[in-house]
Nanobody, 121 residues
């Protein structure tokens, strides 16, 4: 079994900051891609930021310069530092990992349960 456990969501005022964490646990051989997606009210799920095993990071245009993704490979953990938050950042944030459970296994997608981020005054 593989689990992605998220933490760090909450309510924050516009201009504030939050830090999300996601730890992957279980039978994991390698993590190819790890990052964050979000789904706002009435919207489709969208990419926020992801990092490949080669350390290349991809950010959504809407969060560039405000959000920073970092990864601790030794702990199979990814963090999302969110600064200068705006009301339009309000969403459920989901951790995602594309990983292999063994050297012979195909990479598969895994998702966390989601953590709510609300930006409001």
């Amino acid at each position: 079994q593989v689990q992605l456990v998220e933490s760090g969501g909450g309510l924050v005022q516009p201009g504030g900051s939050l830090r999300l964490s996601c730890a992957a646990s279980g039978s994991i051989f390698s993590i190819n891609v790890m990052g964050w997606y979000r789904q706002g009210p009435g919207k489709q799920r969208e990419l926020v930021a992801t990092q490949t095993s080669g350390r290349s990071i991809n950010y959504a245009d809407s969060v560039k310069g405000r959000f920073t993704l970092s990864r601790d490979n030794g702990k199979n953990t990814v963090y999302l530092q969110m600064n200068d938050l705006k009301p339009e950042d309000t969403a459920v944030y989901y951790c995602n990992a594309v990983l292999q459970r063994s050297i012979l296994a195909r990479p598969n997608d895994y998702w966390g349960q989601g953590t709510q981020v609300t930006v409001s005054s």
